[in-house]
């Protein structure tokens, strides 16, 4: 018998919306894990991959992370795991480091036996190199096998990768498939095949919104009470309270009404996401913020979804759309800093891939005049306060499940460069909105 904690989608190092508290509760998520490996006594972590948000962590993630691993490490519980998009870099991996620090063990195509199971893993594969996989797993002896890998498989959903076939070209025949990249968290049987996502350890988007938790996976001649050979079963994880509010407001309501549907809920230190819909009086986002931040909430972002009617009529010649960006940018009284971030956003001489890098070089450069995010007129202020930060990164907001084909355009070539997609994915810049498809 053996028995593993499947887990994965950590995203360390991820300061959601910009918050230093949301950066150290995707590491606390990971140690609680750990913690429940140690206590559970278990025979292995296996991780699905992003461990990290990005292909740079920080030296505090980094340092955060090994201190995570080393007490694993002590426990002598071994760290199985297989690289993911967003953390993927040119060269070596993270994961390297580890395990040349003893941390780790880095799956491939040669099995790493843990009790009486093989564990093999496959690293995530943009889809433009998919074709040149053989699938070829050297020989094992042990009595299960599993395939630890990242990327969004059927039967699930964005699914682009097919598990019948991932299963049929395999020179070693898979009692389970245990997963990364899908946030969601499920299981399903294919082929024979147990295949499962023990979904992100924190809610990465306002998308994840059931709760967050991992697998306990057991190999075994009489799992599932005997009628299987696995058994796969969810732990629920204690992570940072959401808080999802939803107001339809009718004709005469406005704020007031907003604020009295916020207050109806739990709101210590959770993050509070507000959605206003339907008609009614106009909303403030931020003085609504601020009242929920009052009242006990560590963050809240609001999101009016209403159809804003424009008094004036928007003069668009498509012979020229550049010049209608920049005569409506030049009255909207951007601040400097705004302006830089606009620049790098919309900028041709800017790669999609390079965005986010650039702005956050433009953004520090400008820290030591905070005037510079002052915007020039009344009237600006929204569009600076909003659109000049968060653009750098789009999963802050709410996003919404159905994927719009017009969001990913901006990350069409993410899939084509996997050393990109962890990057793209924040880059939107028209309304820092992210839908789970780009998110993933
Ligand atoms: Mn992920």
Do not use: C
């Not at 996989?133 to 395939?147: G, K, Q, S, T, V």
């Not at 750098?392 to 990109?420: L, R």
């Amino acid at each position: 018998m053996t028995r593993v904690i499947h887990t994965g989608d950590t995203h360390i190092g991820y300061a959601q919306y910009h918050s230093p508290v949301r950066r150290r509760d995707f590491l606390d998520a990971f140690a609680a894990v750990v913690d429940d490996a140690v206590d559970g006594d278990v025979d292995a972590v296996v991780h699905a991959g992003d461990l990290f948000h990005d292909r740079r962590p920080e030296l505090p993630d980094l340092m955060g992370t090994i201190s995570v691993l080393r007490r694993l490490d002590d426990a002598g519980i071994p760290f199985l795991a297989v690289v993911g998009n967003h953390e993927s870099t040119r060269g070596g991996q993270w994961l390297d480091l580890f395990e040349r620090l003893g941390l780790a063990t880095r799956l491939g195509d040669a099995p790493t036996v843990v009790g009486d199971t093989a564990f093999y893993g496959l690293d995530h594969v943009p889809v433009s190199r998919r074709d040149d996989l053989d699938y070829a797993f050297a020989d094992h002896d042990a009595e299960y096998a599993a395939l630890v890998a990242h990327g969004l498989f059927e039967p699930f959903g964005y699914a682009d990768w097919d598990t019948e076939e991932v299963l049929a070209e395999s020179d070693v025949a898979f009692d389970a498939m245990l997963l990364g990249d899908n946030h969601t968290p499920d299981v399903a049987e294919v082929a024979g095949t147990w295949v499962t996502y023990p979904g992100s350890t924190e809610r990465a988007s306002a998308s994840e919104t059931e709760g967050r938790g991992y697998n306990l996976v057991t190999f075994d001649a009489d799992a599932a009470g005997g009628d299987d050979r696995v058994e796969i079963r969810r732990r629920a994880l204690d992570t940072r309270p959401f808080v999802f509010v939803e107001v339809d407001l009718r004709e005469g309501e406005g704020e007031s009404r907003v604020r009295e549907q916020v207050r109806q809920h739990d709101l210590d230190d959770a993050v509070v996401l507000v959605d206003v819909t339907g008609g009614g009086d106009p909303v403030t986002p931020a003085a609504v913020e601020a009242f929920a931040t009052d009242e006990g909430a560590l963050i809240a972002r609001v999101t009016d979804r209403r159809e804003v009617e424009t008094e004036t009529e928007v003069d668009v010649s498509f012979a020229d759309p550049e010049d209608a960006v920049r005569e409506r940018l030049d009255g909207m009284s951007l601040s400097p800093a705004a302006t830089d971030v606009e620049d790098a956003v919309r900028s041709e001489t800017v790669s999609d891939s390079n965005v986010r890098e650039t702005v956050k070089r433009r953004v520090e450069e400008r820290l030591d005049d905070l005037d510079a995010f002052d915007s020039g007129g009344e009237g600006g202020n929204e569009d600076s306060a909003s659109g000049g930060i968060d653009t750098s990164d789009g999963a802050d907001e709410p996003s919404t499940d159905d994927a719009d084909p017009t969001d990913s355009t901006d990350d069409a070539d993410g899939d084509a460069d996997a050393d990109d997609d962890a990057d793209t994915d924040d880059s939107d810049p028209t309304d820092g909105q992210v839908s789970m498809e780009d998110y993933l």
